[in-house]
């Protein structure tokens, strides 16, 4: 939530300045409990949010840290250039040293990210304007000042990002292809991951919509939720089941830790495809045990369908 290009500060949500007193920052946190307790009418997913800018700021030491660490404003940034050398520019968050871990990983293919990473590089300099020298596109500030169209194309990035290391870390028992285009004539049109695993085959999509969302009639709404990303990953899930002669055995939405209140919610079949929405930590769990009333593949069935995706899935 906070770290996320289209997300509030812990200030913002607090309803304070950055720089407001310690008894007016109390005061503001006791304010937007009563407003967004559940008890009182207010919204789940918002008192979440309260107690958690809270914790960030709630005292001095931790709000020194925030200030000093915090993805945005004047602080370094918290996200990656997943491989893009265009954005190692002065304060652009680096990627993480490899780890040491050697276990087996999820044979994976495609770039997570990487068609709305490319093209929020290409949009971020046409808006600055021809002529101006950009040293860091990553840059919190410029970030900051960007469009909500730019902001979004670059939080959807790191949130394919963030996903993919996850599944990546499901093992040698998971294929993963990446950024597969439903229509190639659209690069828009898109599935963020498919996932071939002994549980199924499943279409994900990896969301930042920069708030808490809710669901409704098997759809999910909230400030951040532009048309409808569950009934199109489905769209998207169908046209490729026939492209390959595939059967998806469900589609899942993840949204950051902090954006939904409940960590896994199957919402049932959506054009006879068993959907759930589930918050990032949650992701490898829901991979690995399936979905209510999924099918389950093995053995040969396996082979056979990932040997199909593989003539069949395109990229974007």
Do not use: C
């Amino acid at each position: 939530m906070f770290d996320s290009p289209l997300s509030a500060s812990a200030y913002e949500v607090l309803g304070v300045a950055p720089d407001a007193a310690e008894e007016d920052l109390r005061k503001a946190y006791r304010l937007r409990l009563r407003q967004t307790h559940p008890d009182t009418g207010g919204d789940a997913a918002r008192f979440v949010q309260v107690q958690r800018a809270w914790e960030l700021v709630g005292t001095a030491d931790a709000r020194a840290s925030y200030d000093r660490g915090h993805g945005f404003g004047t602080d370094a940034p918290s996200y990656a250039p997943a491989g893009d050398g265009r954005g190692d520019g002065a304060g652009s968050w680096r990627p993480p040293a490899r780890s040491a871990d050697t276990r087996p990983r999820a044979r994976s293919f495609g770039q997570p990210g990487g068609w709305r990473r490319e093209r929020y590089l290409d949009l971020i300099r046409e808006w600055a304007g021809r002529g101006t020298e950009i040293s860091d596109p990553y840059d919190p500030a410029l970030v900051r000042a960007a469009p909500r169209e730019l902001k979004r194309m670059l939080a959807d990035a790191l949130a394919e990002e963030a996903s993919a290391r996850v599944i990546g870390e499901l093992g040698m028992g998971y294929t993963v292809w990446h950024d597969v285009a439903v229509d190639p004539r659209d690069p828009s049109l898109k599935v963020d991951h498919i996932v071939l695993g002994p549980s199924g085959l499943y279409a994900v999509l990896s969301e930042d919509l920069g708030g808490p969302v809710r669901l409704r009639r098997g759809e999910l709404i909230g400030e951040g939720v532009d048309g409808s990303p569950i009934a199109d990953l489905v769209a998207g899930a169908r046209v490729l089941a026939r492209a390959a002669r595939v059967r998806f055995s469900g589609a899942i939405v993840v949204l950051p830790d902090d954006d939904l209140v409940s960590t896994i919610e199957e919402i049932g079949r959506v054009r006879s495809l068993p959907v759930a929405v589930v918050v990032r930590s949650a992701l490898a769990t829901i991979l690995r045990r399936g979905l209510s009333g999924a099918r389950d593949i093995g053995g040969n069935e396996l082979f056979d369908v990932r040997t199909r995706l593989q003539q069949t899935v395109r990229f974007v």
